[in-house]
Antibody, heavy 128, light 111 residues
Framework: QVQLQQWGAGLLKPSETLSLTCAVYGGSFSGYSWNWIRQPPGKGLEWIGEINHSGITNSNPSLKSRVTMSVDTSKNQFSLNLTSVTAADTAMYYC??????????????????????WGQGTLVTVSS | QSVLTQPPSVSGAPGQRVTISCTGTSSNIGAGYDVHWYQQLPGTAPKLLIYEDTNRPSGVPDRFSGSKSGTSASLAITGLQTEDEADYYCQSYDSSLSLWMFGGGTTLTVL
């Protein structure tokens, strides 16, 4: 049973950098993508980005300029850095494994994925 | 505002059946991308409930079922129980925006 455990600073000032780490226990680290998803208080879910075991990343275009992700395969851990935070970045941040498949759709090879399991979440508050 | 549209809330009495819709466009659900559903109980992380439109992960009761047609998908819950009170989110991929995305979420209240 794969479990994800995450940690990081919970209170930041505007313009600081958010840093979170997620450790993967009980399963393979390769062959999946490792994701960050956030949820502002009382609101819905927003996908931030993903990284695979080789360090290849993909990010939400709306956050791409501020997002850096890294992976430490020796520890089965991956990390998120989000720079220049503002109050709008206040949210619960989750790490999650993505199970992906490649499938032809109307002659186009697509990559589809679902998130399972999720970490427990880290509440990050940005306030001066 | 999410590209995947869900009703903000639905409700039903114990034992009844409810459905939650997820309406997309031709660049996501309508293009054939899989739809997945998550259940988020109060104060907890989301949990995968339905994957690839209709499939239940091991341990999910068969009271939960998913379907998809055209640009929309639906989650049905039969035999409502009080422990089903939660937020439910659909998720798919959007090819024009190039990102995985979630619906805005639906709060289920069991009356």
């Amino acid at each position: 049973q794969v479990q994800l455990q995450q940690w990081g600073a919970g209170l930041l000032k505007p313009s600081e950098t958010l840093s979170l780490t997620c450790a993967v226990y009980g399963g393979s680290f390769s062959g999946y993508s490792w994701n960050w998803i956030r949820q502002p208080p009382g609101k819905g879910l927003e996908w931030i980005g993903e990284i695979n075991h080789s360090g290849i990343t993909n990010s939400n275009p709306s956050l791409k300029s501020r997002v850096t992700m890294s992976v430490d395969t020796s520890k089965n851990q991956f990390s998120l850095n989000l720079t220049s935070v503002t109050a709008a970045d206040t949210a619960m941040y989750y790490c999650a494994r993505a199970l992906t498949v490649r499938r032809m759709l109307r002659g186009v090879l697509t990559r589809q994925g679902r998130f399972d399991p999720w970490g427990q979440g880290t509440l990050v508050t940005v306030s001066s | 505002q999410s590209v995947l549209t869900q009703p903000p809330s639905v409700s039903g009495a114990p034992g009844q059946r409810v459905t939650i819709s997820c309406t997309g466009t031709s660049s996501n659900i309508g293009a054939g991308y899989d739809v997945h559903w998550y259940q988020q109980l109060p104060g907890t992380a989301p949990k995968l409930l339905i994957y690839e439109d209709t499939n239940r992960p091991s341990g999910v009761p068969d009271r939960f079922s998913g379907s998809k047609s055209g640009t929309s998908a639906s989650l049905a819950i039969t035999g409502l129980q009080t422990e089903d009170e939660a937020d439910y989110y659909c998720q798919s991929y959007d090819s024009s925006l190039s990102l995985w995305m979630f619906g805005g979420g639906t709060t289920l209240t069991v009356l």
